[in-house]
């Protein structure tokens, strides 16, 4: 399992961005959710993260409208909802060493 909790206390989920690095992102999906994980996997090591630009997100939902489907669920980083990520930037401590090394690492 690749789950975890932030010092801040959310619960977060870690997944792997195309370039390879390892990011947390909010284990809840939300609304303005850009990134899709590969949903077998999450919670898995080695699951894989990808951003999904915002047109094909816009059309990936309109879609799923069109079939009467549950729209897909997309994450969000969680260095951009973290009210401590500047603090993890700065002293790297009370998170793991990889949660220091890769906030603000968001793949654009
Ligand atoms: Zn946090």
């Known amino acids: 399992m690749n789950r975890s909790k932030c010092p801040c206390s959310a619960e977060i989920v870690w997944a792997q961005s195309v370039n390879g690095k390892a990011q947390p992102f909010d284990l809840v999906p939300a609304e303005r959710g850009n990134v899709a994980i590969f949903e077998d996997l999450v919670g898995f090591e080695g699951a894989q993260a990808r951003v999904v630009p915002r047109a094909t997100l816009e059309a990936i ?3 799923a409208k069109r079939a009467g489907e549950p729209p897909p669920q997309h ?4 260095h951009s909802t973290c009210p401590r990520a500047a603090e993890f930037h700065r002293s790297g401590t009370g998170g793991s060493a990889t949660a220091a090394g890769t906030f603000g690492e968001a793949p654009k």
């Open 61 to 63: 939902r309109a879609a």
């Open 75 to 78: 994450y969000v980083a969680h």
